[in-house]
């Protein structure tokens, strides 16, 4: 399996993945929402390939925390694995890539709306420990942040998603 950014040419083949993984259509239609908005980080838009054939997607863009001021961080999503891949750990190779990237480029924290059993093996908590509030109405332990090396505790507010994600 390799992993990488995006290209052009990938942009059908990601669409797939999605539309399989999540069994519609919103997802996909995010991933190019996304794309063409200026919360769009091409360097975090990652694929896993096997054989040439990508069976996985990451995309990892900037949303807003708003606190005394408002700062950018990054949001995780989506993510999708081919059903008949998944299970095989791609979906963490695409977590750990990610992160290594966002670390790299000296992102002080990931947010994220999942599943606590999937995605705090990667060191995600919930974001209530950060004073960090969710814009959605879900249990606690489903919006969780992982903060990097230049975390600060200015990272404190109420997370806002830009307008790419208002029809997921
Ligand atoms: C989530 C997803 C990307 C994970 O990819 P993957 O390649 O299967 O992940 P891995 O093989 O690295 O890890 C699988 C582990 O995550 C767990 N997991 C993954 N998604 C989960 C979920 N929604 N709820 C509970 N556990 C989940 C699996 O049970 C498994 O746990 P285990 O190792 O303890 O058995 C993939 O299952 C997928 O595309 N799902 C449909 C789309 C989706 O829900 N995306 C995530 C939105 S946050």
């Known amino acids: 399996m390799n992993i990488r950014c995006e290209t052009l040419a990938d942009y059908p083949a990601i669409a797939e993945v999605n539309i399989l993984a999540f069994g519609q259509e919103n997802e996909a239609k995010l991933v190019e929402a996304i794309r063409h908005s200026d919360c769009y980080i091409p360097e975090l838009s990652l694929v896993a390939e096997i054989d040439g054939v990508v069976v996985g997607h990451i995309l990892f863009s900037y949303i807003n925390l708003v606190g005394e001021e408002t700062l950018q961080v990054l949001g995780l999503a989506p993510m999708a694995v081919l ?44 974001s209530v420990n950060y004073q960090i509030e969710s814009p959605f109405p879900v249990p606690e332990e489903f919006f969780m942040v992982k903060p990097l090396p230049s975390y600060h505790e200015k990272y404190r507010g109420k997370v806002v998603y830009p307008r790419a994600f208002d029809g997921v």
């Open 83 to 126: 059903p008949q891949f998944q299970k095989r750990l791609i979906g963490s190779a695409l977590v750990k890539a990610g992160l290594e990237i966002a670390e790299a480029r000296g992102e002080a924290i990931v947010i994220v709306l999942g599943h606590p059993h999937f995605y705090s093996r990667f060191g995600f908590e919930p």
